[in-house]
């Protein structure tokens, strides 16, 4: 039943071709591959050679494995190395910035250029860089080696902890879980998790924690300030989303993957008019570029180019028949492109020495020869459009509007202007109960979920009742396919949130970026906790972070720095420590009682609405602030415009 596998209307057009061509899909293969009940709650160990050990039946919690391990010591175990895992893609991302960024200010890297000088200043003043007599280029330098100093640092703290709230930091301190070095925390994670060294699951979760924060205030956070710094920092942006952006006459190309460092120099080298001409020699209108997953948003963000789905979409998207070249680079990047190319006439060009795929065409890219290599995969592209195998007529004519880039530092320009940057209106309209809360909304699709539903129901649900949005990451392009990334949306609004809206002219629902962007919700969060009347630690805010259709490891360590921090989060689909109640009740009310922030899974959209509602109202009482009242909001603004209009 395809109609049950995805609500968004391109997907299912295009799961209707796949299923008549008989390709395989992840959606496909999801209904084949059952998944192992006991691996799936985390109660399966193969951390040594002795076992596998699986922990089955009603007495799983009294078992013990070869080596005499609990139930809990091996659920604990196995989150910390899936939450290792996401850290570590996280943050490898972010070195490679800190790499490119120190050959730009070694003039090594031609094609690439400091975009944002003050943003670069900025961060070398939270570095502790000085830069006193120095030529921006000698900064960029310092501080690209000083960010990979961070990697390797042994002792102390990451300089960036000092962005979070003092008492964050405090906390943090006493509890010992302040991130020493990024790279640090990781083996430490994988040494613990080897047989015979912690075996407490509360210890273990606890060094968890310290190093999701590693990736959150550290890897993924100098990820986004470093693309910033190269690429610009996002303000807000229009474009279109979903498969319909994909243009029958033109050389498609998409990106797929993570890093920017790739994706911008395709976009260059693309926009070259000899390139237009070269596509032109070869029968098509020109070249229409389209992202995938992350590095979609990357580009969207700061070029305007449109994202043409999300993670499950990558395959439906060669079924079209017009994609020319799917160029990718690291994770969410899945090995059944390769049969999904091969079946049309795709050349999926793999770019990453860290990521080949058998039946992949390899051209390795390297940020010091990056425009070259950019226009020799656009012109391998170019060269396949005569191949198309006659497949047009396929692409599914449905797209959105959406506006996108929103950064933190937008965010504060767009409520003060220049002179007057500020989060006092936003603090003013939750104190006032305008808005309700925030919801951090993220993460990935899921095919054991209805691709796009969860997050659709519980991004509508939000903003009905006055609680502001902020999303990354596929789930902000689902948003985009629904039409809330839009100021229109704010009729879908609460009164309240309305009125903000149009006050300040932005949608209900705010695209802030890819994944490793999740860290600018860090500051955000930091902003309203520090800007007054809110508390004074983000633990105080009435907000909450959901996941709704997670899948990755990635998804964990996000989800785990959020706790951290002090925030509640919820992921949908299932949870990893389901087998283990001694897990289950680390993650949620022993880590509440520790950081303030719980992570807890729901697989029902509906009950996530009700719990996050619950949450935020429990700590707007906590705040003493007004009760949530609807009504007293709505008759401002436009409203009351149309209101007189219609009388
Ligand atoms: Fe089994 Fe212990 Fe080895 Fe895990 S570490 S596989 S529980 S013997
Ligand atoms: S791409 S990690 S599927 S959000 Fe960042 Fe999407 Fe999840 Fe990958």
Redesign the pocket.
Known sequence: MTSRKSIDPAALAMLEITEGDRISTAFSRADEMKPCPIGKGGAC?????????RFTGKNAEQM??????TLG??AA?NLARAIAAGAAAHSDHGRDLALTLRAVGKGEAKGYEIRDERKLYAVAGLLGVPTAGKSVQEVATAVGEKALASFGQQEGELAYLKRAPKKRQELWRKLNIAPRGIDREVVETLHRTH??VDQDATNLLKHAMRTALSDGWGGSMLATDITDILFGTPTPVQSRVNLGVLQEDQVNLLVHGHEPVLSEMIVAAASEPAMIEYAKSKGAAGINLAGICCTANEILMRQGVPPAGNFLQQELAIATGVVDGMIVDVQCIMEGLVNASDQYHTKLITTSPKARIQGAMHIEFDEHHALEIARNIVKTTIDNYPNRKGKEGRVPDVTNELIAGFSHEYLNYMQGGVYRQSFRPFNEAVIAGRIRGAAGVVGCNNPRCTHDSAHFQIVRELIKNDVLVVQTGCSAITSGKFGLLTPEAMNLAGPGLREVCEAIGIPPVLHMGSCVDNSRILTVLTQAATEGGLGEDISDLPAIGIAPEWMSEKALSIGTYFVASGVKVIFGVDSPVAGSMEATRVISEGWEELVGGSLEFEPDPMKIVEKAIAHIDAKRAALKLEPYKPERFGQSGDARVLAAQNA
Not at 45 to 53: D, S, V
Not at 64 to 69: E, K, L, N, T, Y
Request: proline fraction near 5%; charged fraction near 15%; aromatic fraction near 4%.
């Open positions: 160990c193969r951390n040594c050679f002795m076992g596998p050990c013990r494995g070869v080596c005499g391990a010591t091996i175990r047989i015979g």
